[in-house]
């Protein structure tokens, strides 16, 4: 691996490290309540990948970047890595670990994150249009990273800033490697963090409407998730009762 490669992995690495330490430094007791600067560093790292969509000295440098890297093919495994964050979120107080919100909130929460990051990503995808590096034109954000940066900014509100920074550990590994995969540019990585961690963070703040609408904080009445999967269709599914 040469060193334009590791310098990359540094700088990438040393960026998503301090936006993790800005983070633990917003960890409250309630951070639901919607406060201007939580938009801040998702609004930066969106703002700076798409500026190296838009801006024609930028994408040839975008592109001078990945040429100098070069594609050094890992295992695939950030296809399953993306999603280590996300299942930590929703299990790890099942091995022990205390959360600050009980699973039904949690996975209302992730649901709800979940369903404003798919809009917010395919939405780019396909109306942008960006070639990825092997041609293919639904590169900018990156998903993978997204998915991944979500589940990590969903650990850090839920489980404090120890595992948010396990989570943003595994998140920037993933972006590393679809990079040297051959499928983004970094600013495509950057964007998909920025997205995946705006939609955990519209997530908590919709968490208490939710709650009030479907009158979760009735004494005695609560809702009940019961995922399911098929091997048939190869579909996962997620049945919402509420009990009275």
């Not at 060193?3 to 700088?11: A, D, K, S, Y």
């Not at 979760?216 to 269709?233: E, F, H, M, N, V």
Request: proline share 7%.
């Amino acid at each position: 691996m040469n060193q334009i490669v590791t310098r990359v992995i540094v700088v990438l690495t040393a960026l998503l490290s301090v936006l993790q330490s800005s983070f633990a430094k917003e960890y409250t007791p309630d951070s639901s309540r919607f406060e201007p600067k939580q938009l801040i560093a998702p609004g930066a790292l969106i703002t700076a990948g798409a500026l190296c969509v838009g801006i024609k000295p930028l994408v040839q440098a975008r592109k001078w970047v990945n040429n100098e890297i070069g594609i050094h093919k890992c295992a695939p495994a950030d296809d399953i890595l993306q999603y280590v964050p996300l299942v930590g979120y929703l299990g790890l107080e099942y091995v022990g670990v205390p959360s600050r919100r009980p699973i039904v909130d949690r996975a209302l929460k992730g649901a709800t994150s979940v369903i404003i990051y798919a809009a917010l990503t395919n939405g780019l995808k396909y109306s942008v249009r960006e070639p990825r590096p092997n041609g293919r034109r639904n590169s900018f954000p990156s998903g993978h990273s997204g998915t991944a940066f979500l589940g990590a900014e969903l650990l850090r509100q839920d489980y404090g800033p120890w595992a948010g920074l396990a989570g943003y550990t595994v998140a920037t590994g993933v972006g590393v490697m679809r990079i040297l995969n051959g499928r983004h540019w970094f600013n495509d990585v950057l964007a998909g963090a920025g997205i995946g961690i705006l939609s955990a963070r519209c997530g908590q703040w919709l968490l208490p409407l939710e709650r009030r609408w479907l009158k979760l904080d009735r004494p005695g009445q609560a809702l009940i998730l019961a995922p399911s999967y098929s091997p048939q269709t190869q579909t996962a599914t997620l049945t919402a009762a509420i009990i009275i």
